[in-house]
């Protein structure tokens, strides 16, 4: 079944968010007396020099400093395996972020998706914009305080330390403002389990592409919006968006009331084409019409033994998608097939799997990420069809990871590949982790096995950021290395959006 996050635990987590450091304590402004801390304690220079600058020989000094290196080494707190004491909180390390912001929310988001902008690919300039959408669950009684946020994040300016002294005065104003959210509502009765974004490239260039969304709601509706009003409203002026703009488009609703989770846009298919799988095992097909109207297949896609937790479309085949499901298999499955059944089924976990990715990269390759915690990769040329394909319950459990991962100690919520880097990859985990991982590591380099005397840490592993019941996790297209990120955060619930310095 779904997850939902835990409760809040009541405590609260300020993240630095510009990596400004406390200031110096103030000095005594009265001048003393100068003193020789040395005097009468050594007769000669030469006693000086032997017994170092503390009194005591430089050898003795140096070999304490080096134990109590090695001491700091050992005691390394890794989020997600060692627990705070009472009292203690977790603060980024400013050094280690070219960016961090924080955005605290009202209720909960499960699930958020990144919008495409025109202002550029690869772009590195700062202050950076972000526009993104996100779905709320509110408590229960409260079902309709619930909202759909479409958002622009300007004004994220990198963290203080990163900055070039030599940069024009006018680029350091620019950065040293604050940031600005800027947010539309759309009012929802019903909880967001996952959202998912579509562009729709534009007729002509005087005209921003048609951007929707597909929300999966806790009562088992796929409720379409199209917010290119909401976006067009933040960068022109006077616009407004109107009470009608705010209602669905469509509202889909061949689950019935069963509550779902799986959700994908097909990025081959311009004018939208739809996937959505349901705590039944049940997936369907809808499929948007030029004239706005949607045509759904009626007839499901199944075969799994449980609810469909993840569900993907291939990045190079049309008609080609994979499902993730608690009962811990993926499947492989061909819109052309007219039994409507799984061309290959391999069982890949005795948990749940919880979600995947398919890389956009390197199409054979698929990531996913399971209920104890480990996370692995796959080769889908090494998957073949089984002997009794046509059966739903038949799988082929004879496939092998070609990489696998037991770092993190609780479920993988969310996992996805770089959008540009073939080996880098994004994982979230209920262990309150945010990792950041390079498969092009290799085993068997023996300067990548050194991992500063920490034991259990891959050296595949680039970066843990720690955050409260993190949910889900994504790439930014378009801006290299950024990383936006929803979670909980005592009583607070947030949206994070970090780049690490290694990946700037």
Known sequence: MGKRPAEPVGTEFNALKRGNRPAKPGEDDEIGEFEDEYEDEFESEDEIFEAGVDG????????????DVMEVDQQTFIPGRHRLAPGE???????????????????????FDIIRDNLGDERTAYPATIYAVAGTQAEGGREKENELMVMKL????????????DEESDDDDNEDADPVLESKSIPLSSTTNRIRVHQSPPLNSSV???????????????????????????????????PQQNKANSTLRMHKGVEGYAIDWSPLVPQGKLLTGDNAGKIFVSTHNEGGSWAVDDRPFMGHES???DIQWSPVERSVFASASSDGTVKIWDLRSKAHKAAVSVQISKTDVNVMSWSRQTSHL???????????VWDLRSWKPS?????????????????????????ITSIEWHPQEDSIVVVAAGDNT?????????????????????????????????????????????????????????????IQIFLFVGLC
């Not at 909180?89 to 699930?111: A, F």
């Not at 409720?223 to 002026?237: C, Q, R």
């Not at 380099?445 to 034991?455: I, L, M, N, P, Y």
Request: one cysteine or more; proline letters at 8%.
């Open 56 to 67: 005591r020989p430089d050898g003795e000094r140096e070999a304490e400093e080096q134990n």
């Open 89 to 111: 909180i977790l603060t980024p390390d400013p050094t280690t972020y070219e960016m961090l912001h924080t955005l605290t929310t009202t209720w909960p988001c499960l699930s």
């Open 154 to 165: 300007g004004g994220l300016s990198r963290m203080e330390q990163m900055r070039d002294d």
């Open 208 to 242: 921003p592409p048609t951007t929707l969304t597909a929300t999966m709601t806790e009562t088992g509706q796929v409720l379409i919006h199209n917010i290119t009003p909401h976006l067009t409203s933040f960068d022109t002026p006077g616009t407004t968006v109107t």
């Open 307 to 309: 609810s469909v937790e």
């Open 366 to 376: 698929l990531a996913t990420g399971a209920d104890d915690g480990l996370w692995a």
């Open 387 to 411: 002997a009794a394909s046509s059966s739903p319950s038949s799988v082929n459990s004879s496939s092998t990871p070609v990489a696998s991962f037991n770092f993190h100690k609780e479920q």
């Open 434 to 494: 945010l990792t950041l991982w390079d498969l092009a590591v290799e085993l068997d380099d023996e300067e990548s096995k050194d991992t500063a005397g920490v034991e259990g840490v891959p050296p595949q592993l680039l970066f843990v950021h720690y955050m409260e019941m993190v949910k889900e996790a994504h790439w930014h297209p378009q801006i290299p290395g950024l990383v936006m990120a929803t979670g909980g955060l005592g009583f607070g619930h947030v």
